[in-house]
């Protein structure tokens, strides 16, 4: 009763500060999505029974966004504030909305208006793109058998479970059958939502729209080829920064205002979203207005607070700055493009601004504030170790911005050719070692820091390692487009003016939302060629021959 009576009072008050908190976004976010309805006015009006139809449609999907959002929101409140004794209660209130979300997710009728509206005349792009993304996720979402639905559900608490213990122990035997059940369960669920195309690419679009093995066999053997000898040139030729003088205590407390000051300052909006602490650092939420930030410190290592801060502002912003208009608001094309997609916002904030030269001049003035007795040393030495390559790169998440790439072809080899069958189980730790070897250069000394470091297959995410890559390549072409639409750029940023390109982002990446059907489409849209590697490759050849002295 008290949470409800606070609400009731509260609302009319927090309601007037976000209409007053989002009124300009709310024309800016118009303003953007005019460009998107350009081509739209040109389009003859639908037919009264289409017209209908979307009506009908836009309802259902705004329904099924509300659910999501209050699952979303379950989610956090699980992660970052809710009681350990609530654990039984919490689950059984998501397994009921679970049931809920599949009930509105296959129902017939959502089919039938899907049927109708697909390839309808009339419909402009955003409500084709709306009808597309809708569609699609109707047909993966009823194609499962609801055999095959719960025993994928009963092995992701299974293999978890096992992934623990065999990661304590170190011993990827006791994990292999766990995961040769998902490889089986994977490829039965490829063959039932599209059995005539390859098993890896139906996977892969749970996490990459539009993306093919085939088209990610060429991009990672472009990047393997650039970055393997470089990294090899980097490390016999180059001279290593001095990141020693970085190591010491930092009050985590003390951190945690000083990722704050710079996660404001980077444009995160507290009237429109929380910044807090948990165990693994994450951004959800369930709206644009309602964005739920978490970061974690750790007292010996400043670097990993202040980047995994800056990481999920990135994510965050992209969140908070997707459109509120009318036209577009709880519908699929004003979802995330993709993971790749959501992860170059993330990794442009951390990488290209975060780990450059003009943020380190913004931000060594604030760090020594923070803690008055950092090492009185200029903001290019600090630039220089914040930029150390590791040596040896053993853990994908401990790993830099040259190695990390490596990392996840590694990830995807392995699993395109468990999904292909050209790898066995059990074969996985043998081919982990020597693809660790050919390509990074070290040998793990046992399973643990190997083949079950990652928890992503004991869920079943086969796929999902691409996106980490792809991310941090749509990121470098954003960034380089970004530049040549924002004179003086870098000077901004050494300033802390961070308005300019948080705005060009807002409109040319978070507004258009899924608008585009896959990645590749908004990098012609926004940067006016499809993803190129050798963009990425070309920006770690130059700044890190520069800063290992080739």
Not at 174 to 192: C, I, N
Not at 342 to 369: G, Y
Request: charged share 25%.
């Amino acid at each position: 009763m008290a949470a409800a009576a606070l609400r009731r009072h509260a609302l009319p008050r927090a309601a007037a500060a976000a209409a007053a908190a989002t009124a300009p976004r709310r024309a800016a976010t118009r303003r953007a999505a005019s460009r998107a309805m350009a081509a739209a006015a040109a389009v003859e009006s639908p037919a009264p029974d289409v017209t209908a139809a979307y009506g009908e449609l836009v309802s259902k999907l705004r329904e099924l966004d509300a659910l999501s959002g209050i699952n979303g929101l379950l989610g956090w409140d699980e992660l970052v504030m809710m009681p350990e004794g609530a654990v039984g209660s919490r689950g059984a209130q998501k397994a009921a909305l679970a049931g809920v979300l599949y009930d509105r997710r296959t129902e017939p009728a959502l089919g039938a208006l899907l049927d109708t509206l697909h390839g309808a005349p009339g419909l402009d792009a955003v409500q084709a793109a709306v009808v597309r993304d809708a569609r699609k996720a109707y047909a993966r979402e009823t194609a499962i058998p609801k055999a095959l639905a719960q025993r994928i559900a009963k092995l992701e608490t299974d293999a978890y479970v096992a992934w623990v213990a065999a990661r304590k122990a170190s011993d990827f035997s006791a994990f292999a059958p766990f995961l040769q059940q998902w490889v089986d369960v994977s490829r039965a669920k490829a063959a039932a939502i599209d059995p005539a195309a390859p098993p890896y690419d139906v996977l892969l679009e749970d996490y990459e729209k539009g993306m093919t093995s085939d088209r990610l066999d060429a991009i990672f053997a472009e990047v393997r080829a650039g970055l393997v000898p470089l990294l090899a040139e980097l490390r016999a030729r180059g001279t290593p920064p001095d990141d020693s003088w970085l190591a010491g205590s930092y009050d985590v407390e003390r951190q945690a205002a000083l990722c704050k000051e710079i996660a404001l300052a980077l444009g995160f909006d507290t009237n429109n979203g929380r910044l807090d602490v948990s165990v693994h650092p994450f951004t959800g939420g369930s709206h644009p207005t309602d964005v739920r930030m978490t970061t974690r410190f750790k007292e010996g290592d400043l670097t990993e607070g202040l980047t995994g801060a800056v990481h999920e502002t990135g994510h965050a912003l992209y969140e908070q700055g997707r459109s509120l208009a009318a036209e577009w608001e709880g519908l699929p094309v004003n979802s995330a493009l993709s993971m790749g997609v959501h992860e170059s916002q993330s990794l442009l904030w951390e990488r290209m601004v975060a780990l450059s030269r003009p943020f380190a001049r913004w931000l060594l003035p604030r760090v020594r504030s923070a803690f008055p007795a950092f090492p009185d040393r200029s903001a290019e030495e600090f630039y220089e170790a914040l930029n150390v390559i590791k040596n040896p790169s053993l853990i994908r998440v401990e790993s830099d911005e040259v190695t990390y790439s490596l990392h996840v072809i590694l990830r995807y080899e392995i699993e395109r050719g468990l999904i292909d069958g050209s790898i066995a189980v059990a074969d996985v730790p043998r081919v982990w070692r020597e693809k660790m070897v050919e390509l990074l250069g070290a040998e793990p000394e046992n399973d643990a820091d190997g083949s079950l470091q990652d928890v992503h297959w004991s869920a079943g995410l086969f796929g999902y390692f691409a996106t980490y890559s792809l991310g941090a390549m749509y990121a470098c072409q954003i960034f380089e487009t970004a530049k040549q639409h924002l004179p003086g750029l870098e000077d901004q940023i050494a300033a802390g003016d961070f308005k300019p390109l948080r705005e060009w982002l807002r409109e040319n990446i978070h507004t258009r939302g899924s608008l585009d059907a896959s990645g590749d489409e908004l990098m012609v849209a926004v940067t006016g060629s499809a993803l190129q590697p050798q963009v990425f490759l070309d920006h770690l050849r130059t700044k890190y021959g520069q800063l290992y002295k080739l």
